[in-house]
């Protein structure tokens, strides 16, 4: 009996310092930043479906981990490429609880050509889950409504329902390990843009403060909008554009129009609620050079308002920014975002190669003041899209006093 119970112990003790040693090597830790890369480095990326990973970096730039997404179904896994010069691909969010990053791709082996001329119906859409506290990969959602599209990214609100953004069918609502069509919850319109019809060219959909939004570039009366109200998950939904955000493209020079809106960020900011946004857009007209970076609006009298913009380099090229996240503080909003320089042979998409890093001190209502910083870049034949940046809440401490308080007491009950 002594030996059972020496056994027991010993193998409990191994079994736990197995586990806190793979949670310590592939969790991602609060704080750190996290960025989509696509590529491998081993060829030149060009329209075809790459490998996809996730890179991990301290705030400073510190490499940590990489995660690779599966390159081929598995049982119910499926596969997760990208297309190396999808600029519109890749985005990265995090859930609402922080528990769970959200990612889309293509259920392709990589080298595949135009991967988005082939029709959902055929080859799924795919979207993975990443846990964040201990970096476990879950692929078995696959959307086969999409149409032959590529799908740009999703969110997940709890680690099951998921709302998908793709270039023609609308917003999708799903629910983790479903292969099938999803519920679109906005559908995309017909008739002439002007008429302000619902956006078929979907980029961007994130959940901020429990409200649904969604971003569009295509020439509609939408560009940032809310869907519906909360967290939706029927059909027929209504989009609000955000008031005062501009709905149209206007000419190079004359005012900045957010026209090529990607990426958006709510923070909180002067006493407020979610009351600044900032929008990594691509078709920024605020200089007659036409640069692409950052834009940033304030929440006054209930209509946003625009401060003005974080220019990123003079590359000349659309596309140049696409993956947005942060968080405020005492010293200001702290933004990370992806960006690259300048064309190559395979195009602007095949130019994110950085990591960058603004911050900007001024706060609520007032120009963005501060200067970007590079703390990461891609390497040869790979390049970055979606970043998040896991924050730091007390939260995580009272997760983890609940699960130690959790066991004491199952211990209690034992004895």
């Known amino acids: 009996m002594a030996m059972k ?18 949670v310590h090597a592939a969790g991602i830790t609060p ?8 590529g491998n480095g081993s060829g030149v990326l060009s329209g075809n479906t790459a490998p996809v990973f996730l890179d991990e970096y301290t705030q400073s730039g510190a490499f940590v981990q990489q995660i690779a997404m599966p390159t081929s179904q598995v049982g119910g896994n499926l596969g997760l490429t990208m297309a190396g010069t999808g600029t519109a691909e890749g985005d990265l969010t995090l859930s609402p609880d922080g528990q769970f990053l959200a990612l889309t791709g293509f259920n392709f082996a990589p080298g595949v050509i135009s991967p988005a001329t082939t029709n959902s119906s055929v080859v799924a859409r795919s979207v993975g889950l990443v846990a964040t506290v201990d970096g476990s990969i879950d692929t078995t959602t696959g959307m086969t409504g999409d149409g032959a599209s590529d799908p740009r990214g999703a969110v997940t609100l709890d680690g099951n329902s998921i709302w998908e953004a793709n270039g023609t069918s609308g917003i999708v609502y799903t629910t983790d390990g479903t292969v099938g069509s999803g519920t679109r919850i906005v559908t995309p319109g017909t008739s002439s ?3 302000g019809t619902v956006p078929s060219n979907d980029r961007r959909v994130n959940i901020f403060n429990g409200q649904l939004y969604m971003s569009d570039s295509s020439l509609t009366g939408y560009r940032l909008s809310t869907v519906g109200v909360g967290t939706p998950t029927t059909a027929g939904q209504t989009l609000v554009n955000l008031p005062g955000y501009p709905t149209n493209t ?4 004359t005012g900045a129009n957010g026209g090529g809106v990607y990426s958006f960020l709510f923070l909180s900011e002067g006493g407020g609620t979610n009351n600044v946004l900032y929008v990594t ?8 050079t036409n640069f692409d970076g950052l834009l940033k609006f304030s929440l006054v009298g209930g209509v946003w308002t625009n401060n003005g913009f974080i220019p990123v380099g003079n590359f000349g090229g ?3 920014v696409s993956g947005l996240s942060g968080y405020a503080d005492g010293t200001g909003a702290h933004l990370f975002f ?18 960058d890093l603004y911050v900007d001190s001024a706060g609520y209502n007032a120009a963005p003041v501060g200067s970007v910083t590079t703390i990461a870049s891609a390497g040869a034949n790979e390049v970055f899209r979606g970043v998040v940046v896991l924050p730091e809440p007390s939260t995580y401490a009272l997760v983890g006093a609940g699960l130690l308080g959790l066991l004491t007491m199952r211990r209690r009950r034992r004895s």
């Not at 020496?6 to 040693?21: S, Y």
């Not at 704080?31 to 696509?38: H, L, N, P, T």
């Open 338 to 355: 992806t960006a690259g320089g300048g064309f190559n042979a395979a195009g602007p998409g095949a130019t994110q190669t950085n990591l």
């Open 318 to 320: 659309s596309n140049n």
């Open 250 to 253: 206007v000419a190079t020079g």
């Open 5 to 22: 119970i020496l056994t027991r112990i010993t193998f409990g003790i191994t079994a736990m310092t197995l586990l806190a040693i793979n």
């Open 193 to 195: 843009p002007a008429t």
């Open 31 to 38: 704080g750190d930043v996290v960025v989509v890369q696509v």
């Open 281 to 288: 857009d691509a078709q920024n007209a605020f200089t007659t």
